[in-house]
């Protein structure tokens, strides 16, 4: 293996640590992160040493699977449910699944990450007050 896969790799198993242990969601602040740690960060960064998102979420994956074996189906099936009713609600804005829920390397920190597609940000943050106010008018 050449010194810089062994690097790479290196770099995507600690971004992946640190997503796991830290809580880190992104998976470019987990490479920086993880790159100081085998180098100054100016050459790191240019991307010849960093690993690509597929390889983090790869180790990441590894790990879950070695850590929480038993409960990640359960916790992937009820995020999923979750963000199905999300995106039921959404419906309007085309919502679509991106991120770890849709990749299946979920922790307990998880969040669901649905891209929306509207004209403004004013069209969903209206249909959010709407439907808030729906909710509460329903309560009464």
């Not at 640590?17 to 880190?24: H, K, P, Q, T, V």
């Not at 390397?105 to 007050?129: G, P, Q």
Request: charged share 30%.
């Amino acid at each position: 293996m050449k010194r810089e896969d062994k690097v790479r790799q290196m770099i995507a198993q600690e971004a992946a640590r640190l997503m796991y242990e830290e809580g880190i969601n992104e998976y470019r602040d987990a490479k920086r992160k993880a790159a100081k740690h085998f180098g100054p960060e100016k050459v790191l960064s240019l991307g010849s040493h960093l690993p690509s998102n597929a390889d983090i979420h790869e180790e990441l994956q590894r790990l879950i699977g070695i850590y929480e074996e038993k409960v990640l189906p359960e916790r992937l099936l009820r995020m999923r449910i979750l963000a199905l009713r999300y995106m039921e609600l959404l419906e309007p804005f085309s919502p679509y699944l991106v991120g770890s829920v849709l990749g299946g390397a979920v922790t307990e920190r998880s969040d669901i990450d649905l891209h929306l597609f509207a004209e403004s940000t004013e069209n969903v943050l209206s249909f959010s007050k709407l439907k808030k106010k729906t909710r509460t008018d329903n309560a009464l």
